[in-house]
């Protein structure tokens, strides 16, 4: 067994494993098992058994939960080196929300009963992964603290600010968010109705922040766009 952990040197652009020796890193390459999910495909289901600790190797994921008629809220949209299902760590529990790629997409998958007995003997591993629970819990707050305090407007903008810093890219004309979605996917990461999003849209664009058409967001001054949801 080669212990450089060379072949598993594609984990270390997790976040969750970055800091890890290349003995750690074979050990968890040796337990992650990796399958591929097309565009528009179910990662899980909320309610299915929970089966382990998932991160994304490639593409694009969205974590979202149905209410009782239909209706979906995104929890969060994540990309390459983000994990999730990760509360399912030390428990046996059915998914609490459902995954969907919204791009093909390669996710890595580590069962809990294998992940738990590694990390009796890997407690550097442990560590890492309880950062990372740390840091998901503190965005879960802000992301309740938004939706119970803040109006429709600041929803849409404080979404937008979230999207453009995980996926904008700085061009001439501002930060384009290289993600495919739509106002309806966007009213849902907000709490919103669509209408709202347009409404907000139609704001922001009067005001020189954003422009959008149907193939491309870019947010043309942050600091502006801030100015929507922060307290003066």
Wanted: charged share 35%.
């Amino acid at each position: 067994m080669n212990e450089s952990g060379a072949e598993f040197a594609y984990l270390r652009k997790l976040p969750v494993f970055a800091d890890l020796e290349p003995a750690d890193l074979a050990a968890i390459g040796r337990i992650t098992a990796e399958r591929r999910v097309e565009r528009n495909r179910l990662v899980f289901a909320e309610g299915d058994p929970g089966e382990g600790f998932h991160f994304i190797r490639s593409g694009k994921v969205k974590v979202f939960k149905s209410s009782e008629d239909g209706k979906e809220h995104i929890l969060n949209i994540l990309g390459p080196g983000d994990v999730f299902a990760e509360v399912l760590l030390f428990n046996e529990a059915p998914y609490p929300a459902s995954a969907t790629a919204i791009e093909d997409s390669v996710i890595g998958v580590i069962r809990n009963r294998d992940l738990e007995a590694l990390l009796v003997d890997y407690p550097k591993i442990a560590v890492r992964i309880i950062r990372v629970m740390s840091k998901k819990l503190q965005y879960i707050q802000s992301r309740i603290k938004l939706l119970a305090l803040s109006d429709s407007q600041a929803k849409v903008a404080q979404a937008l600010d979230y999207l453009t810093e995980r996926y904008g890219r700085q061009t001439e004309r501002g930060w384009e968010v290289e993600l495919e979605i739509n106002r309806q996917d966007l009213a849902n990461m907000a709490g919103t109705t669509r209408e709202t999003v347009s409404r907000v849209f139609r704001t922001l664009k009067d005001d020189g922040v954003i422009d959008d058409d149907e193939r491309r967001l870019v947010v043309r001054d942050r600091r502006r766009l801030r100015d929507y949801f922060e307290p003066a």
